[in-house]
């Protein structure tokens, strides 16, 4: 064979190629129509039933030269690429997303921002188990310059025989200490009925790990007032998030701020593995500010102010850990939670660090 004949020939397999371009283009808008019309329906975008017929059918037409293995691989590619169109084009519709809001979003409570350059510090007890213990607490973050306490009141616990918290007498302790010394309040709230007298008593509803996808509450929080703070599920994905995420924006509360708290793995050197990661992929992804919690994602006071310049680095709008005035006596989380003493030292390390750019 000449040089002609190849050069015809690679001009037939150019001509193809820009066929089967066309194609594939006018299948994946096809694909994007299917999606809307399963949205409306709401119908879950992947059909395993429908892929086989499609397979099956096509493995019967052909005529070689391909076996029809290969087909079957170049057909399910070609699936695969349509439905991941169809979940892309998905995500550039979320109201967290990025892509639907370029400039970062700010939660302001109480006139402390989260968001925009700044960073903030939570930090408080794990649990609320007296007026007494969250008022030294409150006392010593005043005097730290902290501006918001985090503090248990409703404590959803692996084990039901553990404390589970002071409830909305919690709630109630939580105020009179911020009332007495200026500060934001954080919270879990495990029951939409919970909302609304919880807003009465704190200025920021978390949503814990456990509940993320507890989508009533989600609902629930999105109908609220005030900021929100959830927290990822223990081996939540990135998508699983921000669609929590969504689930509270959709209803109206734009007031969402995430925080990374440490994923379940096989390690067993820290409580969780703190997925650094998390950070940068979710500051360019969604436009809502984003925290890590150096208390739960590690579990050991060693490493929690490394992990907390980490974070930094990665782009964290601020560091969640907890202290007491004595964990040696907690009710709950002793051996991750810093006295008084050791959470000024970790404070001051951190802003002497040059990474922690304060309000």
Known sequence: MGNKELEALRAQ???INEQLLMLIGKRGLISQEIAKAKDMQGLPKFDPVREREMLDKLAAMNEGPFDEATIRHLFK???????????????????????K???????????????GGAHLMVAGPCSVESYEQTRAVGAALKAAGVKVMRGGAFKPRTSPYDFQGLGIDGLKILKEVADEFGLVTISEIVNPA????????????????RNMQNFELLKAAGEATIPVLLKRGIAATMDEFLLAAEYIVSRGNGQVMLIERGIRTYEKWTR??????AVPILKQESHLPVLVDVSHSTGRKDIMLPC???ALAAGADGIMIETHPDPATALSD????LTLEQFDSFYAQLKASGLFREA
């Open 13 to 15: 397999i150019d001509d």
């Open 77 to 99: 590619q070609l699936f695969k690429a349509s439905l991941d169109l169809q979940q892309s084009d998905k995500k550039k519709h979320l109201l967290v997303s990025r892509k």
């Open 101 to 115: 809001q370029a400039e970062d979003t700010i939660v302001t409570s109480k006139g402390v921002s989260v968001g």
């Open 194 to 209: 919970h909302i609304e007298i919880a807003q009465q008593y704190i200025d920021v509803i978390q949503i814990g790990a």
């Open 272 to 277: 969780n593995t703190l997925d650094i990661s």
């Open 308 to 310: 907390a310049k980490a």
């Open 334 to 337: 002793a051996d991750q939670q």
